[in-house]
T-cell receptor, first 115, second 115 residues
């Protein structure tokens, strides 16, 4: 069964600190891996998309890494801000063929940044 | 720029009542459109997707249906709601003719509570 598992389930850090969120997946073969940020009560917003051949992708203070051999990805947040408090969701796009994206979502890591 | 609108933002309905949630996209043509449900503590579940007017694919058997009467309009419906239909419903779009590494863009969701 294709799965995407994230850890930790929740995390509390102090403003200004760095943190790293983990994603392990069993989806194979896959087309790309994505990280989304979802604020409470809002829809997810795309942070990064990496194809299976990419190792890292940055978006401002967010840096995602991908190790396709070990099927692991991480999202590193640098110099956290209060506005980073959200759920971070790891999403894998299986390579089923065809043009339509069918995505497999993790359950997310809930990050709380405290002053 | 492209925008996606979902309404209503929240909805409380009695068991057995009908449902109609609407989603519209602006600023793009021929998008792929998606309906997801997000349950507490679980990853997003794809309910329906559409690659064109009148073309609907259902991912899971359920009490819901979807329609796409216009290119940028996607509607989620039910004739009789069940308690299990409660959840956070998200509409999303992605570029219709782009490679599969295009992001999906989400609306802000509808919080549906069934009493």
């Amino acid at each position: 069964k294709n799965q995407v598992e994230q850890s930790p389930q929740s995390l509390i850090i102090l403003e200004g600190k760095n943190c790293t969120l983990q994603c392990n997946y069993t989806v194979s073969p896959f087309s790309n891996l994505r990280w989304y940020k979802q604020d409470t009560g809002r829809g997810p917003v795309s942070l990064t998309i990496m194809t299976f051949s990419e190792n890292t992708k940055s978006n401002g203070r967010y840096t995602a890494t991908l190790d396709a051999d070990t099927k692991q990805s991480s999202l590193h947040i640098t110099a956290s801000q209060l506005s980073d408090s959200a759920s971070y969701i790891c999403v894998v796009s299986p390579n089923y063929g065809g043009a339509t994206n069918k995505l497999i979502f993790g359950t997310g890591t809930l990050l709380a940044v405290q002053p | 720029s492209q925008t996606i609108h979902q309404w209503p933002a929240t909805l409380v309905q009695p068991v057995g009542s009908p449902l109609s949630l609407e989603c519209t996209v602006e600023g793009t043509s021929n998008p792929n459109l998606y309906w997801y449900r997000q349950a507490a503590g679980r990853g997003l579940q794809l309910l329906f997707y559409s690659v064109g007017i009148g073309q609907i694919s259902s991912e899971v058997p359920q009490n819901l249906s979807a329609s796409r009467p216009q290119d940028r309009q996607f509607i989620l419906s039910s004739k009789k709601l069940l308690l299990s239909d409660s959840g956070f419903y998200l509409c999303a779009w992605s570029a219709g003719t782009a490679p599969r590494s295009e992001p999906q863009h989400f609306g802000d969701g509808t919080r549906l509570s069934i009493l």
